[in-house]
């Protein structure tokens, strides 16, 4: 760790966990130099099922202003989260320490081991009967109901939060809260499943058994396509050359709070899973010494980080890091990248259109059916419509499988590219999605083989807000002579 005086450290658990998980992790840090006071383990509800994720987030700003008036917490500090607990601390931060002076930030260095930034896939088993029994045995099954909410793939809360921290959707409203000067975070994921017990039922490849590494890294993109526009075009490219919609108004890329040019480091770890990616001083299931002695020196990086020079600096050396995880060559499908995408679809009035398909599309689909329909069931991961928001689905892509099956069979000739196609069926008889009965579509491209054109980023989470026309018939209004 490079010399400099240690801050405080808070470290924050998460979701149906304790503050006792965490003891293995101090007393590493204090064996490296942090001394018994430098050391702050938070606890606090997450299996009530009346407290939710701001709920948490507003005592913790009481308690941190506590300990603050009390002299006992010293800021800036630094702050350790896992899982769940990176959705607390981005709520806190957004919620009280948003439009802060760099000299005011409480916060300097923000550690997030394995967080849950943008779902997991589990949390809508924690709400079911075995949820219950597994997890709220001794919480009069309980399990937290408001925070699974908030943990669930695509939540309105995390639509929200991403808002608030992360993208300035509102004319004006861009206080930042990461930044040179302010916040710096570091996002540490394990690619490594459950190889033991029961919960090996609910792993997924690209995952630590709970977190996917595209929900973790807290690098996110988010655009709104706009199908209501005029002169919005029928086919729309997202960036590069080709960027027709954007300059015809259809396509409103969303604007970051903080420094386009800034980039959050993300190291992820082969041989960690969810569980053993919070202690460093154990080895993982076939982890060498080596790979035991990466992972502890990511963590002592980013918390003896010194300047932002070498902040940025550790986003590159990370980058290596887990491409060399990721490697394409490897014949391991656990450690494929992924990326997932949120999907909005609402219509002209911003009211929910639940009743929609999105389709990948090769170029000339109508040519090649059959490599359309491999990507559906060989690239596509997953699809997931919010249990709170059905006009929500949120899609996990394989990444290593889009290239290595989609785009190496694309004849030549055609465009290397993929499009998304959403369609939407008809809301009665006298209104239309678009200018057609079911099947009206608005297409764009997403992805292609040359990389300047590309929305879709590795290991990342994309926010797409669709908006689509309402087309009313003639029946609807008419203007007649009396007679």
Known sequence: MPNREKNQVVILHGWSDTSDSFAPLANFLKARG??????????YISMDDDVSIEDAAKAMQAAVEGKIAGTELKPPFDLIVHSTGGLVARTW?????????????????????????FGSKLADVGQTILGRVVKGWDQGFHTGKLMLDGLALGSPFQWDLASRDLFALDAGDDAPIYGADLVWPFVIVGSMPYQHGLRQMVNENGSDGTVRVAAANLNAYGAT???????????????GAASVAAAQGALIPWKRRYDEAMEFPLAVMAHRD?????????????????????????????????????????????????????DPGSADDDHHMHLQINVRVVDEYERP??????????????????????????????????GQDASVRTICID???????????????????????????????????????????????????DE????????????????????PSAEVFRLKHPV
């Open 225 to 239: 396509l706009d199908f209501t526009r005029d002169n919005a075009p029928t086919v729309m490219h997202m960036t």
């Open 274 to 326: 969810h569980a053993s990616i919070t202690d460093p001083t154990i080895l993982g299931d076939n982890e060498t010494a080596a790979q035991q002695a990466q992972f502890q020196n990511c963590l002592l990086d980013a918390l003896g980080c010194p300047a932002y020079a070498q902040y940025q600096d550790l986003q590159q050396a990370w980058r290596k890091i887990s491409d060399a995880v990721q």
């Open 93 to 117: 931060l957004s919620a009280y320490c948003a439009g802060m002076e760099p000299g005011q930030m409480p916060v300097q260095r923000l550690v997030m081991i394995a967080p849950a930034n």
């Open 452 to 471: 300047a054109d590309r929305w879709l980023h590795r290991n990342a989470t994309h926010f797409l807000k669709i908006v689509i026309p309402r087309v």
């Open 353 to 386: 259109v639940t009743d929609y398909m999105i389709e990948f599309l090769a170029p000339n689909y109508a040519q090649n059916t059959d490599l359309s329909g491999m990507f559906h069931d060989k690239v596509i991961k997953d699809v997931h419509k919010n």
């Open 34 to 43: 942090f001394q018994i006071l430098d050391l702050f383990l938070a606890d």
């Open 399 to 449: 990444r290593q499988r889009m290239f290595e099956l989609f785009y190496a069979q694309i004849p030549a000739g055609q465009p290397k590219e993929l499009r998304l196609s959403v369609s939407a069926a008809s809301p009665g008889d006298n209104v239309k999605y678009f200018a057609d009965a079911f099947g009206g579509k608005g297409e764009f491209v997403v992805h292609s083989q």
